[in-house]
């Protein structure tokens, strides 16, 4: 199965890409943390990922991509009946939660 010339410079423009996006990410880390706590740090990347990516969803979809037409509220309200279920909170009948089996071999 071979790819069309376009579709393997694509791909590897893609690729190129990914790694100019993440090389600098442990050389900045590696200064950063002995002054920044790594979880600020996480949270940093990832709100510059976020806004970023929906930057880019803007750009390549069109504003159009970011309207739910009311599909966020129904996830909410099936999100919130499912979770309020009894059967998605497993207990032993004592009000306990059951412990899982352990998997470490016995002794």
């Known amino acids: 199965m071979s790819l069309p010339q376009g579709h393997l410079v694509k791909g590897l423009g893609w690729i190129a890409l990914a790694i100019v996006c993440w090389a600098p990410l442990f050389p900045t880390a590696k200064r ?5 706590d790594a979880f600020a740090l996480g949270t940093l990347r990832y709100a510059i990922g976020t806004v970023l990516f929906i930057a880019l969803l803007i750009a390549f979809e069109g504003r159009r991509a970011l309207r739910y ?8 309200r099936r999100y919130s009946a499912s979770s309020a ?8 009948g004592t009000g306990s939660p059951t412990r899982a089996p352990s998997t470490a071999p016995s002794s």
């Open 32 to 36: 950063a943390l002995p002054f920044v």
């Open 85 to 92: 279920s009894p059967a998605s909170t497993p207990s032993s």
């Open 69 to 76: 037409d009311g599909r966020f509220a129904s996830l909410l």
